[in-house]
């Protein structure tokens, strides 16, 4: 049998640049079906290695934290809406018909909300139940409680909108909320 070269085919080597790594494909010239299915099944391997090449590479610069369950408990006001900034109070009553958990800062306070959306009761308020950080994040527990009071967003017609607002000093930590 004679070489593909001397039949007047042609064989090279080339060498492709991949993220680093060098891949060396064969182009060889075949005649009728025995080239396409070689071409097909060589195409093919290169794709699948490059997709899982790339799908490592992407995978690789993903980071993950755990959650903790306790750290340094941090000093905060409950806020009113007296105290609050005026883009943030418009935030709220935007937002208020669903729930929702934001967080807003300015330059000095990081405000936390935590909203319940409507119910369809007024005896009802959005309560911290805890508070902490570590060197990850800022962990926010709260609850909901049967029992509300005036910062609550209470109506008085039997609809109310239970949200509650934290303020604490700045900090440039994401909040977690549980």
């Known amino acids: 049998m004679q070489h593909p070269?001397?039949?007047?085919?042609y064989k090279h080597e080339h060498k492709y640049l991949f993220a680093g790594i060098y891949i060396i494909s064969e182009v060889k010239r075949m005649e009728g079906e025995k080239a396409y299915r070689y071409g097909w099944v060589c195409?093919?391997?290169?794709l699948i290695l490059a997709m899982a090449f790339v799908v490592c590479e992407l995978c690789a610069g993903c980071g993950r934290f755990d959650i903790s369950?306790?750290?340094?408990?941090l000093v905060y006001d409950v806020c009113d809406d007296t105290?609050?900034?005026?883009?943030?109070?418009?935030?709220?009553?935007?937002?208020?018909?669903?729930?929702f958990n934001m967080v807003y800062s300015n330059n000095t306070y990081t405000y936390i909300?935590?909203?319940?959306?409507?119910?369809?009761?007024?005896?009802?308020?959005?309560?911290?139940?805890?508070?902490?950080?570590?060197?990850?994040?800022?962990?926010?527990k709260t609850l909901l409680r049967q029992t509300a009071t005036p910062s609550d967003g209470v109506?008085?017609?039997?609809?109310s909108f239970p949200y509650t607002v934290?303020?604490?000093?700045?900090m440039d930590l994401p909040v977690v909320f549980k």
Do not use: F, T, W
Request: glycine share 12%.
């Open 113 to 140: 909300v935590v909203a319940a959306g409507m119910q369809e009761r007024d005896d009802v308020g959005v309560e911290l139940e805890e508070m902490y950080k570590d060197d990850n994040a800022i962990y926010v």
């Open 83 to 99: 105290m609050l900034p005026e883009e943030l109070s418009a935030i709220i009553e935007r937002k208020k018909e669903k729930p």
């Open 155 to 159: 109506r008085g017609d039997g609809v």
């Open 5 to 9: 070269a001397e039949k007047g085919g």
């Open 43 to 46: 195409g093919r391997v290169m």
């Open 166 to 170: 934290i303020r604490i000093m700045k």
């Open 69 to 73: 369950d306790s750290g340094e408990k």
